[in-house]
């Protein structure tokens, strides 16, 4: 999914609409064939993070189905959303963590996600503003990463999230993304406080 779709979405849309994409994936599958649950799942201590929502663990991926129907992308094992404010109303910004039981190397993957954020558009560019070192808690121990934040430059015909963070995190056999949107880059800082509220547990 390009940069251009995702910017063109507030962020509440974008929360719902995965929500309820996963809860939709899982309930269609729902009897199709056996489903063991998920080995691990991500959780969200409100308490470090006031004033952030999460819907709670999606587990999209299913023994039937394990690639995103739109995308043909591999589904992830386990994923969260977080989002500034209670989803009564649009959200200035949202983050979302995901595990992927694939490994990687996380500087290649953080390159090819620079790339594909703009892909949707040849007057957008990101320019790097800062990299913070942070740590997320999972079945393996605390694991540190960057994590790099970004404004977008450029025109684009629709209202646009001009700011956007990412960040990889390998694990022995898989990883985790991490990404997150603001509608300007100046708001980035407000995603520190619920990215550390957020841990990968096992199930």
Not at 23 to 52: E, L
Not at 127 to 146: C, F, I, N, W
Not at 189 to 199: E, G, K, Q, R, V
Request: with cysteine; charged share 15%; net charge neutral.
């Amino acid at each position: 999914m390009t940069l251009a779709l995702i910017l063109s979405l507030s962020a509440l849309i974008l929360a719902l609409a995965a929500a309820f994409g996963a809860w939709w994936i899982t309930s269609r599958n729902h009897g199709d064939a056996p489903t063991s649950k998920p080995s691990v799942v991500f959780t969200f201590d409100n308490a470090k993070a006031p004033g952030w929502t999460s819907t709670g663990n999606l587990s999209p991926r299913t023994a039937s189905q394990t690639t995103d129907p739109t995308t043909g992308e591999d589904l992830p094992i386990a994923s969260i959303i977080v989002h500034q404010g209670d989803m009564k109303k649009p959200s200035a910004c949202f983050i979302s963590y995901a595990y992927y039981d694939k490994s990687i190397d996380s500087l290649q993957a953080l390159k090819e996600a620079e790339t594909r954020a703009t892909s949707g558009s040849n007057s957008l560019s990101l320019k790097k503003l800062r990299t913070h070192a942070l740590s997320v808690p999972t079945p393996e121990g605390t694991k540190d990463y960057q994590l790099t934040q970004y404004e977008t430059t450029g025109s684009y015909s629709e209202k646009l999230m001009r700011g956007i963070e990412l960040g990889f995190v390998s694990l022995a056999d898989g990883h985790i993304k991490i990404d997150g949107h603001c509608n300007t880059a100046k708001q980035l800082h407000d995603t520190i406080a619920p990215l550390n509220a957020i841990s990968l547990i096992s199930n």
